[in-house]
């Protein structure tokens, strides 16, 4: 059975912020997935600032890690900065977990 949008966020939730030690997802940095007929796994995210150095090993790493799951030919990471990350974003576990009253 291919892999669909809730595998990959899975996969992705493996995923930490070298910075913060906490994975993507609940951070709140992926802001949609989708998963197409033809294998083509495409994750829409940001980074904590546009300035954000590790870019780049993230994106590796959902690389890496997504073109595991049964059925993905292709993974597309696309970053926006609209809206900007801000720690509202995080889920409840994970602002609880890194002391944050947002």
């Known amino acids: 059975m291919p892999a669909t949008a809730d595998d990959v966020r899975e996969v992705l ?10 994975n993507i997802v609940d951070l ?7 998963v197409d007929d033809q294998g083509s796994a ?7 600032t546009p300035a954000c150095p590790i870019g780049p090993m993230i994106m590796e790493q959902i690389n890496e890690n997504v073109s595991l799951l049964p059925g993905i030919k292709e993974v597309d990471i696309e970053f926006t900065f609209s809206p900007l990350w801000n720690p509202g974003m995080m889920t409840d576990d994970a602002k609880e977990d890194l002391g944050i009253d947002y």
């Open 13 to 22: 939730k493996t995923i930490n912020d070298p910075e913060i030690n906490y």
């Open 42 to 48: 495409h994750v829409l995210m940001t980074l904590t």
């Open 28 to 34: 709140g940095l992926v802001y949609n997935i989708e």
